[in-house]
C-alpha cells in the first residue's frame, strides 16, 4: 500500500489513499513545494466546506455579492470562508467567478434602471390611517446612466485599442510580413 522513503533524514510515505466520495485532494501549508511532496487526500470534515455548502456560499455571492450574508447562508463563519479563499485556489476561482456574476447582475440592473427609470408609490394616509390618496413618482437615475455611458466607452475604447495592435493573427499579417522581408532585402543588397 504505503512504502516508506528516506531522504533528507526525514521519512516520506508515498502511495496512495483510498479514494472515496468523502475525500478531497488538499494541500497542505508544509507541503508547498517541498521535494517529494503532493497533494494530499483527506476525507472532508463533517463541519467543513463540503459541495453543498460550496454550492450554497457561491450562489448567494453571486446573487448578493455580500460575502458575510453567503456564508451565514451556508453556516459557515465569516473567517472560514476568507481562509478557505486563501489555502483553495479552486475555491479561489469560484469566489471570483460568482462576484463576477453577481456584479453584471448588478450593472444590468443599474442600466435597466437608467433606461426606463424607476416607480415609486407614496401613499397619504388620514388621522384615522385610511389611504387618503397615492401617488406614483417616476424618476431616471441620470448620475448612474452618467456614470455607466462613461464605463462603457473605456469597455469600448479598451476593445478597440487591443483590436489596433498589431496581432500575429491580424488581417493585415501577410501585408506586415512581405513589407519587413522587403526591408530586409533592401538592406541586404539582394533584389
Partial sequence: MAKQEEGAGARRFSGKASDGPDRVLTVQRSQR??????????????????????????????ATCNVSEAARVAGKNLSSAYYQKRRDPGFARE????????????????????????EQE???????????SRKLK??????????LLVQHQREAA????????????????VDRLRKALEEVRRKRGID
Avoid at 467567478?97 to 442600466?111: P, R
Fill in 33 to 62: 513545494g517541498a521535494a517529494g511532496s503532493g497533494a494530499q487526500v483527506r476525507a472532508v470534515r463533517k463541519d467543513g466546506w463540503t459541495e453543498a455548502r460550496r454550492k450554497s456560499f457561491m450562489e448567494t455571492l453571486a
Fill in 95 to 118: 469566489w471570483a467567478q460568482a462576484l463576477s456574476i453577481g456584479y453584471a447582475e448588478l450593472e444590468a440592473l443599474l442600466l435597466r434602471q437608467a433606461l426606463f427609470g424607476t
Fill in 122 to 132: 407614496e401613499v397619504v394616509l388620514d388621522a384615522e390611517g385610511q389611504v387618503k
Fill in 138 to 147: 417616476r424618476g431616471h437615475p441620470n448620475a448612474v446612466a452618467v456614470r
Fill in 158 to 173: 479598451g476593445r478597440i485599442a487591443a483590436d489596433a495592435v498589431d496581432r500575429p493573427d491580424g488581417e493585415d499579417a
